[in-house]
C-alpha cells in the first residue's frame, strides 16, 4: 500500500467482527449493497457493479426527502477478499467525468479471528478532501461500516 | 472501445507499415521509448515503464533548451500488441496527482499487412482538451508516430 504523503487522503478503520469474504460480498453484491452502503436515514435505490479492473459501478442514493443522487465509477483494482480500489474519475472504462472526486481504497485484513477493515479516500485536491470532511466523512463512513458489520454478521 | 460523447477527446490515427507488436515494443520499452517518443528536436531522456494495471510510468522530455520536463503516470490497461491505457491522474497506484490532465489509449489493429495506429487523448476539462490541442496534440503526435514507424520498422 502506497503510503498518502499529500495530505489529500481521509481514512476509517475498524475491527469488525466479520471474515473477510463476508464484507468483500457485501461490498460487491447489488443486493447486499443496497442493505448497508448509506448512513441511516439516506438509502440505496439501486445499485449495479462489475468488480474487476475497468469494471464500472452505478449507484443511487437518496436522502430523507427522496432527492437522488446518482454515482457513476470504475474499479481500478480488485483483489478477492482483500482490497476494492475504485474511482469517480471514470464514468466507464475508459472515460474521464465531468469532475474527479476521489478514489477509495477498501481492504480487509485477517486480525484475532476478527477483520481490520480500512478504507481510504483520496482526492485530487485538498478544498475536496476538506468538503468530504465536512460533509461527514468520518461520521457516515463510521455509521456505514457498523451496518456493513451487522450485515456481514447475519449472512 | 467506448466512444467518446463529452467532446473532450483528441484522436490521431494512421496507417503504419510496422507489425504490431514491433509498435507495442516501442510503446513500452524504456530503451526505445527515447528513440520516438517526443517530437525532434525535443528529446526524451529518461523514461522508465511498468506496463501492467496499476503499473508506473516516469518519462523525462526536454525541450531544445535542455529544460526537462518530468511526467509521473500509472497504466490503467494494457492487453500486449493490441491496446495500452495510461493516465497522469495518478503518479503510482493509487495516488492522484495534483492535476489529472488526460487519459491515454493507444490501440494497434491489423489493417492490410500494416498496422491501424490510433492514439486518442481524453481530458477531465474541454479547456484542457484545447489547450492540449493548441499545445500542437495533432502536428506533435503526427510526428512522433512517424518517428514511432521508422523505428519499428528497424528492429
Known sequence: MTVDNTGRELVLTR????????????????????QWFTPAPWST??????PRTGGSSYIVMADPDGNEYPNRGV????VENEKI??????????QPS?????TGIITFEDDGGKTRYTARARHWTLEDK???EKMGFHEGWGK????????????
Chains 1, 2 share one sequence.
Open 15 to 34: 475491527l469488525l467482527d466479520a471474515p473477510r469474504d463476508k464484507l468483500f460480498k457485501c461490498w460487491t453484491d447489488p443486493e447486499l449493497i443496497k
Open 45 to 50: 435505490l439501486h445499485a449495479e457493479t462489475d
Open 75 to 78: 474499479y481500478l483494482e480488485v
Open 85 to 94: 480500489v475504485f474511482t469517480d474519475a471514470f464514468t466507464q472504462a475508459w
Open 98 to 102: 465531468d469532475k474527479p472526486f476521489f
Open 130 to 132: 476538506e468538503n468530504h
Open 144 to 155: 456505514c461500516a457498523e451496518q456493513l458489520e451487522a450485515l456481514a454478521k447475519s449472512l
